[in-house]
């Protein structure tokens, strides 16, 4: 039997767009409608394997219904052009999958449904119609069912006569009756003024239809529902004509043309890429398979041995491992491409060759990677130095435009029109079904990748050149690259006893606690469970409702902070929630990452993530120890140096983005409170009151301080009312005074916002990037967030500069003067050696000098730089 799919597009579109956050790809385009559009779109087609299919659209705002009453639609608001730019999108998508798609003028996407619907009908067709209009129920037959969106997209209810019945008490042609009746303030039809839809059935299960209540007037009940029948009576007709689908529509357009079957899949998967859409582009398994254009041909030769004619430099070399971790991952070959030829090296011909050992550690060999630091942790941990990395095209892409989601090689290579690859899950697989595919297939892929990376060398250069970028590159994300890749391989030690003695610690802390709960609230329950605990103190203890759920009682974080004075329990729950996590997610989780054999933590530092700039951890994520909370702090006790009788050492550097503000914004009284070397806090207390420093008290500087780092945060007046406990008056009166005390930062948070919104990007100190176009959006809350990120991405990624040079530049000195001390890692602002007790005099000044001097600013920067026999000692 053949099935017809009616879909009502624009009622879809609308759907989506209101059910979906506002989302945009890297180019600033609203995806969201097209992205909820399209899952119901997937959906359909999965579960209802239709043999036709159309979607309708309306095709203006005036139809012959605007003859009969011209408020028709009147009420309506005015399309947000966030979903009116999404509708071509939505027509390409359409074309794409080989839909067709329908639209008349004069008429709306309803009347086309209901025509095609009938003839549908007449021929014995399977019909579904897809909308979240109500309208649509009155086509309900024996063969045609409607499908509503409930909530959200693809929650849905199939209507059919039995449904309508049961929900309604009336058949599907009067629907009609009763849009007449009770109208329908969606479409501005007016219906019978006080007139609900209780009533309107009523009438309809006595009388039948419209029609028929008013020839039998004289038996309505009620005297005043009858009056407004009488008064209304033309107007209710009208309304139901306005309510009444027209199923004529006169086109040129046969059932037959609608048939849906065959698409070409990678034109979907190439739209849903350049609309972000990873997760749809997971789910076509055959992404950039059969579909794609033949690869050119590519010749190439398997070396069983290495020899010296076969590395040439400067040379692209691939070295493949299968792990996102890559640390300790098997090297599952490599990929060569120079000059004079392309080669693929078996794994084990490569690392049992001292000719490539030699080749690799020469750095006088230039070597072009796509991800440097990988390529020297995977080989680190087959003990081969990877030195003399000239390129990296990961960085080159990360630096020519931070917001794309996707650095994949790939991505990469579409982007720049070098589409002579496949894709990794292609050759590999994805998930639980990754795996090393048969050596001739391997072995085209990793050249393919190495000759993608040697034919975009030159282009990436050059466009880095012309942003100003170049020195970046080279000087420090290239250099900073191997850094951060010797970091991972040497790793840092962890005293997995004392850990342990932690969480032993932490479990009878937490034991206690619940004890002491559970005794508060005179009744044994599930602490963890949200369900019981709101039970327990909403309903048994009868503390105030603060929110409620679908599923309950809220009792997140702010809820019972709100609640903290209301019972002494709450506390004990805030602080047995804070041990929990502190115990399962910081304690247990880094016993479990930590290295057996050297009992060492490798953690993964993340280049090419931040669109600041900032480095990352994950593998574990060290940045988020909670060290606020004194138990947390204590975790860092557990750091230890790998050597006996050497020393942690950790140097901060103090103030580094307010100090950044001051030189960025030019800022004379700032500038002068850091070259005094004024607590900036107090300072600004004095600046922004008028007083002495004698009088400025701890409110005065707590408030100075919040202001301080909220203005580097584009704070708004409410932000500081939240972290003062003030009113937002008083906030925004304290801003007000801050920009009046110092005028150049408020020039500067201004004409920084301006030139981005000309330029489209903003940039730090050494000419990094972030692109906005958010700047121009017509939606307030992303072009305010856009406003702020212009502000302040230029000091948090200038910050975010310094600390990267200055690890480059502590490498190039801890060589220089061979010393033993070892860079481990970058928290935030602070870098963490490990140094031998000769040494540390030494570093004690070398450090701070390196950090100090590693850009030059208006104003001094200062570390802060301290010793002990522990991370946690050395702060």
């Known amino acids: 039997?053949?099935?017809?799919?009616?879909?009502?597009?624009?009622?879809?579109?609308?759907?989506?767009?209101?059910?979906?956050?506002?989302?945009?790809?890297?180019?600033?385009?609203?995806?969201?409608?097209?992205?909820?559009?399209?899952?119901?779109?997937?959906?359909?087609?999965?579960?209802?394997?239709?043999?036709?299919?159309?979607?309708?659209?309306?095709?203006?705002?005036?139809?012959?219904?605007?003859?009969?009453?011209?408020?028709?639609?009147?009420?309506?608001?005015?399309?947000?052009?966030?979903?009116?730019?999404?509708?071509?999108?939505?027509?390409?998508?359409?074309?794409?999958?080989?839909?067709?798609?329908?639209?008349?003028?004069?008429?709306?996407?309803?009347?086309?449904?209901?025509?095609?619907?009938?003839?549908?009908?007449?021929?014995?067709?399977?019909?579904?119609?897809?909308?979240?209009?109500?309208?649509?129920?009155?086509?309900?037959?024996?063969?045609?069912?409607?499908?509503?969106?409930?909530?959200?997209?693809?929650?849905?209810?199939?209507?059919?006569?039995?449904?309508?019945?049961?929900?309604?008490?009336?058949?599907?042609?009067?629907?009609?009756?009763?849009?007449?009746?009770?109208?329908?303030?969606?479409?501005?039809?007016?219906?019978?003024?006080?007139?609900?839809?209780?009533?309107?059935?009523?009438?309809?299960?006595?009388?039948?239809?419209?029609?028929?209540?008013?020839?039998?007037?004289?038996?309505?009940?009620?005297?005043?529902?009858?009056?407004?029948?009488?008064?209304?009576?033309?107007?209710?007709?009208?309304?139901?004509?306005?309510?009444?689908?027209?199923?004529?529509?006169?086109?040129?357009?046969?059932?037959?043309?609608?048939?849906?079957?065959?698409?070409?899949?990678?034109?979907?998967?190439?739209?849903?890429?350049?609309?972000?859409?990873?997760?749809?582009?997971?789910?076509?398994?055959?992404?950039?398979?059969?579909?794609?254009?033949?690869?050119?041909?590519?010749?190439?030769?398997?070396?069983?041995?290495?020899?010296?004619?076969?590395?040439?430099?400067?040379?692209?070399?691939?070295?493949?491992?299968?792990?996102?971790?890559?640390?300790?991952?098997?090297?599952?070959?490599?990929?060569?491409?120079?000059?004079?030829?392309?080669?693929?090296?078996?794994?084990?011909?490569?690392?049992?060759?001292?000719?490539?050992?030699?080749?690799?550690?020469?750095?006088?060999?230039?070597?072009?990677?796509?991800?440097?630091?990988?390529?020297?942790?995977?080989?680190?941990?087959?003990?081969?130095?990877?030195?003399?990395?000239?390129?990296?095209?990961?960085?080159?892409?990360?630096?020519?435009?931070?917001?794309?989601?996707?650095?994949?090689?790939?991505?990469?290579?579409?982007?720049?029109?070098?589409?002579?690859?496949?894709?990794?899950?292609?050759?590999?697989?994805?998930?639980?079904?990754?795996?090393?595919?048969?050596?001739?297939?391997?072995?085209?892929?990793?050249v393919r990748k190495a000759n993608v990376i040697y034919q975009l060398k030159e282009q990436m250069e050059s466009e880095l050149k012309q942003n100003e970028q170049f020195e970046l590159f080279k000087d420090l994300e290239m250099p900073l690259s191997v850094v951060l890749g010797r970091m991972e391989t040497g790793g840092v030690k962890v005293d997995v006893e004392q850990l342990k003695a932690m969480g032993k610690d932490l479990e009878e802390r937490l034991a206690t606690l619940e004890s002491d709960i559970h005794e508060h609230a005179g009744v044994t329950f599930n602490i963890n469970s949200p369900k019981q605990l709101g039970e327990v103190l909403f309903e048994k203890m009868g503390l105030p409702v603060i929110k409620k759920t679908k599923t309950g009682y809220s009792t997140s974080a702010d809820v019972l902070e709100k609640l903290a004075e209301e019972h002494e329990i709450i506390r004990h729950i805030l602080h047995y929630r804070q041990l929990g996590k502190l115990n399962s997610t910081y304690i247990e989780g880094l016993v479990k990452v930590t290295h057996k054999d050297t009992n060492k933590i490798h953690t993964r530092f993340n280049q090419a993530l931040t669109q600041t700039g900032r480095l990352s951890s994950t593998d574990p994520n060290l940045q988020n120890i909670p060290i606020r909370l004194e138990e947390g702090r204590k975790i860092r006790k557990a750091f230890i140096p790998s050597e006996e009788g050497w020393k942690m050492l950790a140097a901060d550097y103090s103030q580094i983005e307010l100090r950044v503000l001051a030189h960025i914004a030019n800022d004379e009284k700032l500038i002068t409170a850091f070259k005094e070397d004024m607590d900036i806090h107090t300072k600004t207390a004095m600046d922004v009151f008028h007083v002495d420093e004698d009088q400025v008290t701890s409110d005065m500087r707590r408030g100075a301080k919040a202001v301080n780092f909220g203005i580097v945060y584009g704070i708004s007046d409410y932000g500081l009312s939240q972290n003062l406990g003030i009113t937002r008056k008083e906030a925004a009166k304290f801003i007000e005074r801050y920009f009046n005390s110092y005028p150049n930062v408020k020039d500067y948070m201004d004409r920084i916002v301006d030139e981005a919104r000309e330029s489209g990007f903003v940039q730090t100190l050494l000419h990094r990037r972030r692109y906005l176009p958010e700047l121009t959006s017509r939606n307030f809350n992303l072009r305010s967030f856009a406003e702020r990120t212009a502000m302040n991405t230029p000091i948090q990624g200038t910050a975010a500069d310094i600390i990267k040079k200055a690890m480059v530049e502590m490498a190039i000195r801890l060589e220089k003067e061979q010393l033993k001390s070892r860079l481990l890692l970058q928290v935030h602002d602070e870098l963490i050696f490990e140094v031998p007790p000769e040494e540390i005099d030494v570093m004690m000044k070398l450090v701070p000098e390196v950090m100090e001097q590693a850009v030059e600013l208006d104003v001094p920067l200062k570390v802060d730089i301290s010793a002990g026999d522990t991370w946690y000692d050395a702060k």
Not at 367 to 374: E, G, P
Request: no cysteine.
């Open 1 to 446: 039997m053949k099935k017809l799919i009616l879909i009502d597009g624009n009622s879809i579109a609308y759907r989506a767009f209101f059910a979906l956050p506002l989302l945009n790809n890297d180019k600033g385009v609203y995806t969201n409608a097209v992205y909820g559009f399209t899952t119901m779109l997937l959906k359909i087609i999965q579960e209802e394997k239709p043999t036709h299919m159309l979607v309708a659209f309306d095709a203006g705002k005036t139809t012959f219904r605007h003859k009969t009453y011209e408020s028709y639609k009147g009420g309506r608001q005015k399309t947000p052009p966030e979903l009116s730019e999404q509708f071509p999108l939505i027509r390409e998508l359409l074309d794409a999958f080989n839909i067709k798609r329908f639209e008349l003028d004069n008429y709306e996407a309803d009347d086309i449904i209901g025509t095609l619907a009938k003839q549908a009908e007449n021929e014995k067709w399977e019909v579904k119609v897809v909308s979240g209009d109500k309208d649509l129920l009155q086509l309900v037959s024996d063969y045609v069912t409607v499908v509503l969106t409930k909530k959200g997209i693809t929650n849905v209810e199939s209507y059919d006569e039995a449904l309508i019945d049961e929900k309604y008490g009336i058949k599907p042609e009067q629907i009609i009756d009763m849009k007449g009746l009770m109208g329908d303030s969606s479409d501005n039809i007016p219906g019978v003024p006080g007139v609900g839809e209780k009533t309107a059935l009523k009438l309809l299960k006595q009388f039948g239809t419209i029609e028929k209540v008013l020839d039998a007037i004289e038996d309505v009940s009620g005297k005043k529902l009858k009056e407004k029948l009488m008064e209304n009576k033309d107007q209710a007709l009208m309304s139901k004509e306005l309510a009444t689908i027209f199923t004529e529509v006169p086109y040129d357009l046969s059932l037959n043309e609608l048939q849906f079957g065959e698409y070409d899949e990678q034109k979907v998967v190439s739209l849903f890429k350049e609309l972000e859409f990873k997760s749809l582009v997971d789910q076509f398994d055959s992404g950039a398979k059969e579909s794609d254009e033949p690869l050119e041909e590519l010749s190439y030769e398997v070396l069983e041995e290495v020899k010296e004619e076969h590395l040439m430099t400067p040379a692209a070399l691939i070295v493949e491992v299968l792990e996102e971790n890559y640390h300790q991952a098997d090297i599952i070959g490599f990929g060569l491409v120079h000059e004079k030829g392309r080669y693929f090296i078996p794994t084990e011909v490569a690392l049992q060759s001292d000719v490539f050992v030699s080749w690799a550690k020469d750095e006088d060999q230039k070597k072009w990677l796509l991800d440097a630091k990988r390529g020297v942790v995977t080989l680190g941990w087959q003990n081969v130095l990877l030195d003399g990395v000239d390129f990296d095209l990961l960085m080159a892409s990360y630096l020519l435009d931070p917001s794309h989601s996707s650095h994949d090689l790939a991505d990469i290579a579409t982007r720049k029109g070098a589409k002579s690859i496949q894709e990794d899950e292609f050759i590999y697989g994805k998930g639980a079904k990754r795996k090393v595919p048969e050596r001739e297939v391997l072995a085209e892929h990793l």
